[in-house]
């Protein structure tokens, strides 16, 4: 199983929208709507952001959005804010049992 | 409030092993699955191992398989990962980490980090 192939960064400046892609396969991404993205700021642990592809834990701010076409999900960060600077990370479950992370993209707030 | 602290990490040689522990709080324990999910110093996030609610199911990523050992005890509130034959790869920091469904994770720990060097 690969990772899951993410851009190493995007950048954008406050108020913007970003966007982040996430590339699989017909064999994880493509096959099931289990699609995650975690936030992670630097020597913190990993935060949900994004679950079942476009769903929003409780808390997390509605700037936050998720979708999914054929075999490349993205995530969409609109009205940019700095705290929003972090890595992110997606994750897809691949069947039998196995989970593949993407590479992670490094967000930067101009 | 949902806590999951880890415990157990340190400096160990090549071949050596190590037991990391996971103590869980502020929600039911015994009703979730669990999982070990490891980073790599400046590395991205790797998924390492699954045990179901009860700890009769459990998966392991290939590079790990044969020499990690994940386990719980639901009465101590508490998941283990006992990890053997470490080698320079195994270095990373260790989240333990509550399942929301189908390896999808809700709530991670702050991690343990192991590092494996002669």
């Known amino acids: 199983q690969s990772a899951l192939t993410q851009p190493a960064s995007v950048s954008g400046s406050p108020g913007q929208s970003i966007t982040i892609s996430c590339t699989g396969t017909?064999?994880?991404?493509?096959?099931?709507?289990?699609v995650s993205w975690y936030q992670q700021h630097p020597g913190k642990a990993p935060k949900l952001m994004i679950y079942?592809?476009?769903k929003r834990p409780s808390g997390v701010s509605n700037r936050f959005s998720g979708s999914k076409s054929g075999n490349t999900a993205s995530l969409t960060i609109s009205g940019l804010q700095a705290e929003d600077e972090a890595d992110y990370y997606c994750?897809?479950?691949?069947?039998?049992?196995?989970?593949?992370f993407g590479g992670g993209t490094k967000l930067t707030v101009l | 409030e949902v806590q999951l602290v880890e415990s157990g990490g340190g400096l160990v040689q090549p071949g050596g092993s190590l037991r990391l522990s996971c103590a869980a709080s502020?929600?039911?324990?015994?009703?979730?699955?669990m999982n070990w999910v490891r980073q790599a110093p400046g590395k991205g996030l790797e998924w390492v191992s699954y045990?179901?609610?009860?700890?009769?199911?459990?998966y392991y990523a290939d590079s790990v398989k044969g020499r990690f050992t994940i386990s719980r005890d639901n009465a101590k509130n508490s998941l283990y990962l006992q990890m053997n034959s470490l080698r320079a790869e195994d270095t990373a920091v260790y989240y333990c980490?509550?399942?929301?469904?189908?390896?999808?994770?809700?709530?991670w720990g702050q991690g343990t980090l192991v590092t494996v060097s002669s």
């Open positions: 017909s064999s994880d991404v493509g096959s099931y709507n289990l």
């Open positions: 980490a509550r399942d929301l469904g189908w390896f999808e994770i809700d709530y």
């Open positions: 079942e592809v476009s």
């Open positions: 994750c897809s479950y691949a069947g039998s049992s196995y989970v593949v």
């Open positions: 502020g929600f039911t324990f015994s009703s979730y699955e």
């Open positions: 045990i179901s609610s009860s700890g009769s199911t459990i």
